[in-house]
Nanobody, 120 residues
Framework: QVQLVESGGGLVQPGGSLRLSCVAS????????MGWYRQAPGKQRELVAS???????KYADSVKGRFTIYRNNAENTVYLQMNSLKHGDTAGYYC??????????????WGQGTQVTVSS
């Protein structure tokens, strides 16, 4: 079984920073694309940032210049550095990864999420 576990969420004031982490564990053969999504109450889940296995990144327009996604392939970990946080960034943040398990087909896996609240 594969597990994705996020950490690093919390309460932060506008303009502040947080770093989210997501570790993939289990019988992993290889991790391909990894990404961060978020979902605010009453809204659809949206892609925040993604990163390929060769470090090509993509960002939602709303976070460009403020958020940075990066990964440590040796540790199957993806990070999201969030700076200049705004009230509109308040949401549950979810990690996702495209993973091949040992003896299993390639599939996308999701973490349970971590809450980010931006409030003064």
């Amino acid at each position: 079984q594969v597990q994705l576990v996020e950490s690093g969420g919390g309460l932060v004031q506008p303009g502040g920073s947080l770093r989210l982490s997501c570790v993939a564990s289990g019988s992993i053969f290889r991790v391909y694309d990894m990404g961060w999504y978020r979902q605010a109450p009453g809204k659809q889940r949206e892609l925040v940032a993604s990163i390929t296995s060769d470090d090509t990144t993509k960002y939602a327009d709303s976070v460009k210049g403020r958020f940075t996604i990066y990964r440590n392939n040796a540790e199957n970990t993806v990070y999201l550095q969030m700076n200049s946080l705004k009230h509109g960034d308040t949401a549950g943040y979810y990690c996702s990864a495209d993973i091949i398990q040992l003896y299993e087909p390639e599939d996308w896996y999701w973490g349970q999420g971590t809450q980010v609240t931006v409030s003064s």
